[in-house]
């Protein structure tokens, strides 16, 4: 099965596309992934998106589109597919549409405010890349699993937060009715926890 996820930043699309992975043992494909570990390695493409990234802006489709479609031509995508933030525009949309053939979007639903809390809230890992939220270290500033010190990414900034929402609704949210159009589109309010949200998505995807 060949999968999109599709939602604002914060909805769980990569918490979700993780949990298909390990359950449908097919790859998770992450553009924000593989452009952070670009950014970190100082690349040339990595130099060229960080720039967009800290602004909260989108990467430009040429070198997204030229990313992906080289990762989908790997032997462990031929048997399936989650693709976790790509595409985010129609033309995107369209120009994947030559190369590869998409089963299912999948649209993760959450209101602004909810999405705000999560995010500005996070704190990661630099080292190691684990994840936390305000709400539950408890005061603590370090990594419980390699103990270096966490800190909030530039693009999880209320601010940014806010930005990364009005490009959403700009130009990625009009994917909703081009998927829609196309009958591929499932929907999954994620207003509950993690492994309730989880459900619903396994029985939008038919995969119960």
Same mark, same amino acid.
């Given at each position: 099965?060949?999968? /999109?996820?599709?939602?604002?930043?914060?909805?769980?699309? !990569?918490?979700?596309? +993780?949990?298909?992975?390990?359950?449908?043992?097919?790859? +998770? /494909?992450?553009? !924000?992934?593989?452009?952070?570990?670009a950014i970190k390695a100082e690349t040339e493409l990595g130099i060229l998106a960080k720039g967009f990234i800290d602004r909260g802006e989108l990467v430009p489709d040429e070198v997204v /589109?030229?990313?992906?479609?080289?990762?989908?031509?790997?032997?462990?995508?031929?048997?399936?597919?989650?693709? =976790? *933030?790509?595409?985010?525009?129609?033309? &995107?949309?369209?120009?994947? $549409? &030559?190369?590869?053939? /998409?089963?299912?979007?999948?649209?993760? $639903?959450?209101?602004?405010?909810?999405?705000?809390?999560?995010?500005?809230?996070?704190?990661?890992?630099?080292?190691? !890349?684990?994840?936390?939220?305000? $709400?539950?270290?408890?005061?603590?500033?370090?990594?419980?699993?390699?103990? =270096?010190?966490?800190?909030?990414?530039?693009?999880?900034?209320?601010?940014?937060?806010?930005?990364?929402?009005?490009?959403?609704?700009? &130009?990625?949210?009009?994917?909703?009715?081009?998927? &829609?159009?196309? !009958?591929?589109?499932?929907?999954?309010?994620?207003? *509950?926890?993690?492994?309730?949200?989880?459900?619903?998505?396994?029985?939008?995807?038919?995969?119960?």
């Amino acid at each position: 099965m060949n999968i /999109i996820f599709l939602g604002p930043p914060g909805a769980g699309k !990569g918490t979700h596309a +993780q949990k298909l992975m390990n359950e449908l043992e097919i790859p +998770q /494909i992450s553009t !924000g992934d593989m452009l952070r570990q670009a950014i970190k390695a100082e690349t040339e493409l990595g130099i060229l998106a960080k720039g967009f990234i800290d602004r909260g802006e989108l990467v430009p489709d040429e070198v997204v /589109i030229g990313i992906v479609k080289e990762r989908l031509a790997q032997q462990d995508c031929q048997k399936g597919y989650i693709l =976790d *933030g790509f595409p985010r525009t129609v033309p &995107q949309a369209e120009a994947l $549409s &030559q190369f590869a053939k /998409i089963d299912c979007a999948l649209n993760l $639903s959450l209101a602004d405010e909810v999405i705000i809390g999560r995010l500005s809230g996070r704190r990661v890992c630099l080292k190691c !890349g684990a994840t936390y939220h305000t $709400s539950t270290l408890n005061g603590r500033t370090d990594c419980a699993a390699c103990g =270096d010190e966490l800190v909030q990414r530039k693009d999880d900034t209320p601010e940014t937060i806010q930005n990364r929402l009005t490009v959403y609704a700009a &130009q990625t949210a009009p994917l909703i009715d081009y998927y &829609q159009e196309k !009958g591929m589109l499932r929907t999954v309010e994620c207003t *509950g926890t993690v492994e309730e949200n989880h459900r619903a998505v396994r029985k939008a995807l038919g995969v119960e």
